[in-house]
């Protein structure tokens, strides 16, 4: 009657020891061999987050042109704001990837974030400047007057009264002007309100 329990103890021991195990068991951060870069899509939030955190530091740390850190840390928002985008912060991670996209002119990713942005993420507070900024892509990297202008009029319709709205409707008013039009029209607007000053 001893033996069996000892042996049960034992066994009992094992299957504990062999559970906890289990459950304190880290992630495996999967590298790939050819490039070296973590596969941020196979990375469970906390590891994501702290791969977000030293893409972070790389991306500050590289002051060059071409910041070759940009995309990576690109990437990471991303698979971030796609896989956990009920969390905190997947929001504000899609945001920095349009800024980024925007900044290195992947214009199909700009645009592809901030319409992300606009749809999936309606209480983001930042979310009319990612409207303004997708008719300002709309308009200077795609060249697609149109929709910018869309773009523009839903924002004056949804955002009247925000910080940008000028901004918008000037947009609006100098689609498809160049620079020198719109030099142009501001000196002739400077001059009738001179004109009109001098009247009063």
Not at 55 to 79: C, I, P, W
Request: net charge negative; proline share 2%; glycine share 4%.
């Amino acid at each position: 009657m001893k033996i069996f329990k000892i042996v049960s103890i034992v066994l009992l021991l094992s299957v504990i020891t062999a559970c906890g195990s289990k459950g304190e068991k880290q992630e495996e951060v999967v590298v790939d061999e050819n490039t070296g870069r973590v596969d941020v899509s196979k990375l469970n939030m906390t590891n994501l987050l702290e791969e977000i955190k030293k893409r972070e530091k790389a991306f500050k740390e590289d002051q060059t042109v071409n910041n070759r850190h940009s995309f990576l840390l690109m990437e990471a928002y991303v698979s971030f704001s796609e896989r956990f985008n009920n969390r905190e912060n997947a929001d504000e991670y899609l945001f920095k990837a349009g800024e980024i996209a925007m900044g290195e002119k992947m214009t199909v990713e700009a645009i592809r974030y901030l319409t992300r942005l606009y749809d999936e993420f309606p209480r983001y507070e930042k979310r009319a400047y990612g409207l303004f900024l997708l008719g300002f892509v709309q308009e200077n990297y795609s060249g697609n007057l149109d929709e910018a202008r869309r773009i523009y009029q839903l924002f004056l319709m949804e955002f009247p009264n925000h910080e940008m709205a000028d901004d918008a409707r000037a947009s609006i008013d100098n689609l498809g002007k160049s620079p020198e039009e719109i030099i142009r029209g501001f000196e002739i607007k400077d001059s009738l309100a001179q004109l009109e000053k001098k009247a009063a």
